[in-house]
């Protein structure tokens, strides 16, 4: 069964920095994409960042690019997307996703297999 759990989200000051987790659990970690999405209050759904584990390639969304990263540890199946200089606008509930039929190579995917719980990021200014 395929599980995908966030964590690390709470409350940060802006210019602070915050570093998510997403564990995972039932599928072959090293070869699948993982991404980070996430849902701010009266917003659609906003792809914010991937990481393809089976050829390495990684993607940013305009609004963190630069100020964030993602890297993978296959030896935990874990993936961990850090984001410095926050922002009260990236306030938001964070979702771990995998999709299986995936590269980071085109950005985003528009439908993910699996989908995590979510973990709330609320950045005061």
């Known amino acids: 069964e395929v599980h995908l759990v966030e964590s690390g989200g709470g409350l940060v000051q802006a210019g602070g920095s915050l570093t998510l987790s997403c564990a995972t659990s039932?599928?072959?970690?090293?070869?699948?994409?993982i991404l980070w999405y996430r849902r701010a209050p009266g917003k659609d759904r906003e792809g914010v960042s991937c990481?393809?584990?089976?050829?390495?390639?990684?993607y940013y969304a305009d609004s963190v690019k630069g100020r964030s990263t993602i890297s993978s540890d296959n030896a935990k199946n874990s993936v961990y997307l850090r984001i410095d200089v926050l922002k009260p606008e990236d306030t938001a509930v964070y979702y771990c996703?995998?999709?299986?039929?995936?590269?980071?190579?085109?950005?985003?995917?528009?439908?993910?297999?699996?989908w995590g719980q979510g973990t709330q990021v609320t950045v005061s200014s």
């Open positions: 996703s995998v999709d299986f039929f995936h590269s980071c190579d085109i950005g985003m995917s528009r439908s993910p297999d699996y």
């Open positions: 990481i393809s584990n089976g050829d390495g390639s990684t």
């Open positions: 039932g599928f072959p970690f090293d070869e699948n994409t």
